[in-house]
């Protein structure tokens, strides 16, 4: 071969064959890109704030001048109306948060996401997983696909309980409580109150805020810093008490603060976490954290060299249930992030990331009921349990410190709770089968919410239920599925055949687009929140 004759690739034509190659070049990516979207993943949009806030649908994101907040709100009722701002702080500051009503409104599209296809028997779903899926009740048009977590799978006996999940499976005779995974569990949380979020001048604001929810005892212990720091500068003990009614943990979202739905029969929420970075300022440290909720005293305590959590009945300290470590990770001099976390019937001590010492404990549901209720499970009956435990007593929280401390990033969550609600006319979309008219009858109690309805699954039957529950049209009272889906795959009320799964959500790869002008249309992302979706 001569220097410099050009090399052409094996099947290369030249001329007018290359229009050819192009084109057949195209039509099989064009295949592939179907075979892919149609077998592997696939794009959905959020329409609705039932997700939120682990996935938010078309909402407006409200930014607080004074504290630098942004609280997504959902679109009310009444569609696409601009809310007043000050009727968003007259509900902000009914919690005590020190939102402002001369903040900043944007109005944000949903979030954007991609979802990988199930492919049985290689990848199904889990537990606690987000899934897309063909609405039951309404399996075609454009409210088909719907998006909640998996709770409930094949051949088990579901029960929803005080907001927890009891699930008995097929040939056992005990309710088991279901805990998320660790990586569920750090996603589920919901803010109720943060130190980062403070006023900057609560002097100019139009309206009275009464400040921080702990209260100091002596007042006089405590030093307020810049950036919601706390100090105690003196040797003795000092206590800091969370102020409930100014403060409310229940199960209230921002979210749904203007919702005429969305913030009814609100419950006390008792399953909490405390976050905070503490700088010790001398060794003979200590701090102590506790919990008063169901009848039990819950406590969590840290001291040089150890950490330790307990629990006990109120009014009984002997029968404390205890575990405690040693620890060399929280010194004098050091700033140290430290986790307490109460939920799903266990708690446990996180310290710089790391779980260090934890406990759980295995009630029923009768006994969780009771407790909850403050009532003895002995001749009492589950009916009695039931109504009692719908008033639940809010949760007392006490902090209290030995020695100089100084805290910071101090912030105050509480868990998912999933509510109890009764069937209403949006049930009943389509009519029941005979024989389950008796189960889809409006006025009774959500489906797996009470033992006289609990969700029974069968074969390839799943629940779901939306993380904002309070807002979430879902397996607790979804009614009668459609003629086409009773007839063609399965007539059973309440659940989602698993002919109906489309996949699992996996990623928020164009997170709530917002415009780059006031009336322009949502095009750029928020970068910032593109993120796997747990």
Not at 353 to 365: A, C, S, Y
Not at 387 to 400: C, F, G, K, V
Not at 519 to 526: A, S, T, V, Y
């Amino acid at each position: 071969m001569a220097e410099g004759t050009p090399i052409r690739a094996a099947g290369t034509r030249t001329g007018e064959g290359g229009f050819v190659d192009t084109i057949q070049s195209l039509i099989v990516a064009f295949v592939l890109a179907m075979m892919f979207r149609g077998f592997v993943v696939e794009g959905f949009v959020i329409p609705t704030g039932s997700m939120a806030p682990t996935l938010l649908g078309e909402h407006w994101l409200v930014r607080s001048i004074q504290t630098g907040t942004e609280v997504p709100v959902g679109l009310d009722g009444s569609g696409r109306s601009r809310p007043e701002p000050s009727r968003l702080e007259d509900h902000a500051l009914g919690r005590g948060q020190p939102l402002d009503g001369a903040g900043v409104l944007r109005r944000r599209l949903g979030d954007r996401i991609l979802v990988c296809k199930y492919i049985w028997p290689f990848f199904q779903p889990d537990r606690f997983d987000v899934a897309v899926f063909k609405n039951p009740t309404l399996p075609d048009g454009p409210s088909a696909n719907y998006i909640k977590r998996v709770v409930g799978l094949p051949n088990e006996t579901l029960w929803i309980v005080d907001g927890d999940i009891f699930v008995k499976a097929a040939g056992e005779d005990e309710f088991i409580v279901q805990r998320k995974p660790a990586h569920v569990q750090r996603e589920s949380w919901q803010e109720v109150w943060t130190s980062t979020s403070l006023p900057v001048a609560p002097e100019r604001r139009t309206r009275r805020w009464s400040g921080p929810p702990w209260l100091g005892s002596p007042s006089a212990a405590w030093e307020l810093g810049p950036h919601g720091a706390w100090r105690k500068p003196g040797d003795g003990t000092a206590v800091l008490t969370w102020d409930g009614d100014r403060y409310p943990i229940d199960d209230w979202s921002d979210y749904n603060m203007i919702s005429p739905m969305g913030q009814r029969g609100l419950t006390p929420v008792r399953d909490i976490r405390l976050n905070f970075t503490m700088t010790p300022e001398q060794p003979g440290f200590e701090t102590t954290f506790q919990l008063v909720a169901d009848s039990h005293v819950f406590q969590f305590r840290i001291e040089e060299g150890s950490a330790e959590v307990s629990m006990w009945p109120v009014g009984d300290p002997s029968s404390a249930e205890q575990r405690i470590v040693g620890i060399d990770s929280v010194q004098a001099g050091r700033a140290s992030a430290i986790v307490f976390q109460r939920m799903d019937q266990s708690m446990s001590i996180s310290i710089n990331g790391k779980e260090v010492v934890g406990l759980q404990w295995n009630w029923t549901p009768l006994e969780r009921l009771a407790y909850t209720g403050g009532k003895g499970t002995e001749s009492t009956s589950t009916r009695v349990l039931l109504d009692a435990a719908s008033r639940p007593t809010p949760p007392e929280l006490t902090w209290s410190f030995q020695g100089p401390v100084t805290l910071s990033r101090i912030g105050v969550h509480r868990d998912l709770f999933y509510q109890r609600p009764v069937l209403n006319q949006r049930s009943m979309k389509n009519a029941p089968i005979a024989g389950q008219e008796a189960l889809v009858q409006p006025g009774t109690p959500g489906y797996g919410t009470h033992p006289d309805k609990l969700a029974v699954l069968g074969p390839g039957e799943y629940f779901v239920l939306g993380d904002n529950t309070a807002r979430s049209l879902d397996s607790r009272l979804w009614g009668p599925p459609s003629p086409m889906v009773a007839t063609q795959l399965n007539p059973h009320p309440f659940i989602v055949d698993r002919r109906l799964l489309i996949g699992k959500a996996w990623l928020v790869y164009f997170p709530a687009p917002h415009a780059p002008r006031k009336g322009g249309m949502g095009l750029i992302p928020d970068f910032g929140r593109i993120r796997f979706i747990r």
